[in-house]
């Protein structure tokens, strides 16, 4: 059995890619590990079999003595990486600690990984010559898009948060291990995910439990700030195929082709909640939607061109944002009912 090592798999996406990819290939072993900063939960997994197939592991990815020893004992034979802190808020607030985790624990996973699988550059240990690491990023490292144009796998680095600085770090740090040692390399950078399990700090989450509580509802700045929305499986399956079957070295770009501003996201949430779970004083949800101080350094409109991963892989997002944040709804009004 193949034993793969996939990093902050307690959080959103990757705890929604577990149990999809361990159902999907019974031949494959999984070591999670996770540190479990507020932004893991175990509960997240609770879908995802039990048993050998997939070993929890509580620990940092920066813990190079630790990421060795899981490499030693469980033979890995392929990283995909989701851990990372996240939250630009946080990263304004606290940049150090997405240093840490984003770039230095991107080189330690590549570094052990490089002296595991690899005898010198360019050459691999007789039976590892199969090994990859597949590094998940962000479409922020980009920067912002003015009205038109779209993000492609060419488009010039420009991170304008410490966030988008720290993904922007450690995705030069596996490109540099491609081209200088010879590793097995991918990298997708993703539009915003959306769907069941992600922290209730986002945006999404935020909107509905506020709604729920009969609280306002912020929205930075004047709301019209865009970004392009990916339903979290439709990414997972883009990470599948990019896995399997990515050029070596190649960065993907995996977007939603959903363009949506913030005031559009609030409304639509809005419009859903007032049929499904009616406002008991007969008022609109809609009526909560107040305005906020701006975040600093709030890029204004993000959009993918997924031409690539479309036309090389055959991937294609299965939910528009329709018909994705239904289900999403649907999710949170079932747990925000189950918490109480």
């Known amino acids: 059995m193949k034993t793969l090592l996939v990093t902050g798999c307690a959080g959103f996406i990757g705890s929604n890619f577990v149990p999809y990819f361990l159902d999907k290939y019974p031949d494959i072993r999984l070591i999670n ?18 048993g050998d197939r997939h070993i929890f592991v509580k620990g940092d990815i920066c813990d190079r003595i630790l990421v060795e020893s899981l490499f030693n004992q469980y033979d890995i034979r392929g990283v995909i990486h989701f851990a990372a802190e996240s939250h630009v808020d946080n990263s304004i607030k606290n940049p150090g600690i997405f ?31 199969g090994c990859r690491f597949h ?21 010039s680095y420009a991170p304008n948060s410490p966030y988008s600085a720290s993904k922007a ?7 540099s291990y491609h081209h200088t040692y010879g590793m097995d390399t991918v990298i997708t950078n993703c539009s915003n995910n959306y769907g069941p399990k992600q922290h209730d700090e986002k945006l999404i989450p935020t909107i509905i439990r506020k709604a729920l509580n009969n609280e306002n509802i912020p929205i930075y700045g004047d709301g019209k700030n865009i970004r392009d929305w990916l ?10 195929l990019v896995y399997h079957s990515g050029r070596s070295g190649e960065v993907y770009n995996i977007g939603g082709r959903n363009e949506r501003n913030n005031n559009q996201i609030a409304e639509r949430i809005c419009t ?15 009526n909560l939607i107040t305005y906020v101080e701006d975040r600093a350094g709030h890029d204004r409109r993000y959009a993918i061109d ?35």
């Open 272 to 286: 859903l909640l007032d049929t499904i779970k009616p406002n008991e004083n007969g008022i609109s949800y809609k």
């Open 169 to 175: 770090g450690s995705d030069m740090i596996v490109r």
């Open 231 to 240: 339903y979290v499986l439709d990414h997972c399956k883009g990470i599948d």
């Open 33 to 50: 590990l996770d540190s479990l900063t507020y932004a893991g939960n175990l509960k997240n997994l609770s879908d995802a079999p039990e």
């Open 306 to 340: 997924a031409t690539k991963i479309e036309t090389e892989l055959g991937w294609r997002a299965e939910e528009t944002f329709d018909t994705g944040i239904v289900k999403t709804v649907e999710w949170y009004l079932n747990k925000y009912s189950l918490d109480q």
């Open 99 to 129: 240093v840490q985790t984003n770039v230095n624990g991107t080189f330690t996973l590549i570094d052990v990984a490089y002296k595991y699988w690899m005898e010198k550059p360019f050459v691999f240990k007789p039976g590892y010559e």
């Open 135 to 155: 590094h998940i990023s962000t479409d922020e490292v980009y920067g912002t898009l003015g009205e038109t144009g779209l993000f492609t796998e060419e488009t």
